[in-house]
């Protein structure tokens, strides 16, 4: 297993699962769109800057980020860990806006209210056939 076929497993998801830590220390697990952009060892997520998410993540940076398949027979899922970026600057913004995000956010893309998830890829725990697998980055 390399991290290759991680990132291609990644990409055939439509949900992405990703956790943050509260003020209190516990874990936050989120549903989400898939992630945007997948760029070495950064998994790019687009979000609100108004988000409690947003806030956790510049409060405390590492995070955990989950994808999972679900077949008839066969079940697939990595976990993965790492650091969680808040990037609010404009070029990051451009470079994962997609047409119709206006919907989310109505000013487009310099809209304050959409920032950028960057997660950088630490290690992972890859799960299948009753077999997990430890890749690191």
Not at 31 to 54: E, H
Not at 119 to 126: R, V
Not at 127 to 132: A, R, T, V
């Amino acid at each position: 297993m390399d991290k290759k076929v991680i990132f291609d497993f990644i990409q055939e998801q439509k949900t992405a699962f990703i956790a943050s830590i509260d003020e209190q220390g516990f874990p936050v697990m989120r549903a989400m769109l898939a992630p945007r952009k997948i760029d070495g060892n950064f998994i790019y997520f687009s979000t609100n800057t108004s988000s409690k998410k947003v806030k956790q993540y510049l409060e405390n940076e590492k995070a955990c980020v989950y994808f999972y398949k679900r077949g008839r027979f066969k079940y697939q899922g990595v976990s993965i860990t790492g650091i969680m970026q808040v990037c609010t600057d404009q070029q990051t913004k451009d470079m994962i806006w997609r047409f119709g995000d206006t919907i989310f956010y109505k000013k487009g893309v310099t809209d304050p209210d959409y920032c950028v998830l960057k997660f950088e890829c630490k290690k992972a725990e890859y799960y299948c056939d009753l077999k997990i697998e430890q890749i690191e980055f």
